[in-house]
């Protein structure tokens, strides 16, 4: 099986160039990236449903596009296992004109000729044709060649599909407002004493916090008030879960490299990794066991649970995990448009009111 490293585009060679992903210094940026974001302009308008409901309701999730590199036509099996992956796609309910490219390395575009040649230069393996690429966003116009290899493995390491991300999508549809997922450190790795105490204080730290949230954070008030409807028959609840990944698990291998890739550091000392999860299965941040915090896990929470600025998807930190879920459908019904997403004019023609954000640690 053939994982890849995360591939960052960079803006002058949006193919090819292989640049570290920079994650935050510390987590509690995360908080200050929304401060920015609710306070630019002269001020933010806010809406009183919660962000985590408004993503659910709202934000439309990122689409992928998948390349297929090949020289030869496909063979039977090979077409089957495609349409398998174009199933997944299509389950998601969204335009795939453009999700999934055919590259005859025979005469391929000058683009992804580069994208070819980087992967062969940069990949140590022997490469198996046909050969897949999923590139994905990861927000703030950042896209990653997510995964590649040998299309015989994209089913396996579950690229749209697997059973956490369908447990995932169950949770979010049912009225949880976060589900925190916790990918566990290798079993089959020595960690150090400081790491294993690191591991244990986030799983005590994610407990206590939870106990907490449920019996002190409130839900805006305002909410189904002009401006604050709710648009689903799913219930408006505090809830918060975790779900948890074994690193051995075969089936999730897409999401525990994609994890680990955006957290290097913390993945070879053999730390537990912890992804807050909200709306249309939207990653908010992977933050190592070490950074973890109680005071950390309700700044987030309070701001997640808090009224939404109700700005653009694309402004917020995070970004979407790759699922097959029609969240349309599953929302408001086969047929029914979602609700839309209030533009600028809505917001400059509204009285502004300032939000406070929580500061992290």
């Known amino acids: ?6 591939l960052e585009v960079s803006p002058s060679d949006p193919m090819t160039e292989r640049v570290p992903f920079q994650t935050v210094a510390s987590v509690a940026k995360v ?11 002269s001020a933010a308008v806010a809406c009183n449903i919660p962000v985590f409901r408004y993503a659910l309701e709202r ?3 990122d689409n992928c596009e998948l390349i ?3 020289r030869e036509p496909l063979t039977t099996t090979q077409q089957t296992m495609l349409d398998q992956l174009m199933e997944q796609q299509i389950s998601r309910n969204e335009d795939t004109s ?4 055919l590259s005859d390395l025979a005469s391929p575009t000058p683009a992804h000729a580069h994208l070819w ?19 994905m966003k990861l927000g703030k116009g950042r896209v990653v060649n997510g995964w590649h290899g040998p299309l015989s493995d994209a089913i396996e390491v579950g690229i749209l599909d697997s059973p956490i991300r369908r447990e995932l999508s169950k949770r979010l549809l049912s009225g949880h407002s976060v589900v925190w997922v916790v990918v566990r450190a290798d079993t089959k790795t020595d960690s150090l004493p400081a790491t294993q105490n690191f591991n244990a204080k986030a799983d005590a730290a994610l407990k206590t916090s939870f106990s907490w949230l449920t019996n002190n954070l409130e839900l805006p008030e305002g909410i189904g008030l002009p401006g604050s409807e709710l648009h689903s028959e799913i219930p408006l609840l505090l809830k918060f879960s975790t779900l948890e990944i074994s690193r051995e698990d075969v ?5 525990i490299n994609l994890f680990s890739e955006l957290q290097p550091a913390a993945t070879a000392r053999g730390e537990n990794l912890i992804v807050p999860v909200f709306g249309r299965g939207r ?3 992977v933050i190592p066991a070490s950074v973890l915090t109680s005071s950390l896990i309700r700044d987030l929470t309070v701001f997640l649970s808090g009224a939404c600025s109700c700005q653009v998807k694309d402004q917020n930190p995070g970004f979407d995990l790759l699922m097959s879920v029609d969240w349309n459908t599953k929302l408001f019904g086969k047929g029914n448009a979602p609700p839309p997403v209030r533009s600028d004019r809505d917001r400059l023609n509204q009285k502004p009111e300032l939000l406070t954000i929580p500061t992290g640690n």
């Open 1 to 6: 099986m053939v994982l890849s490293s995360a």
């Open 31 to 41: 908080l200050l990236a929304f401060s920015i974001f609710v306070m630019s302009g």
């Open 59 to 61: 934000w439309q999730p």
């Open 68 to 70: 297929l590199f090949h």
């Open 98 to 101: 453009s999700s999934l490219t």
């Open 117 to 135: 040649n980087s992967i062969r230069t940069n990949f140590n393996q022997k490469i198996t044709e046909p050969y897949l690429v999923v590139r």
């Open 251 to 255: 089936k999730e291998s897409f999401l």
């Open 283 to 285: 990653a908010l941040e």
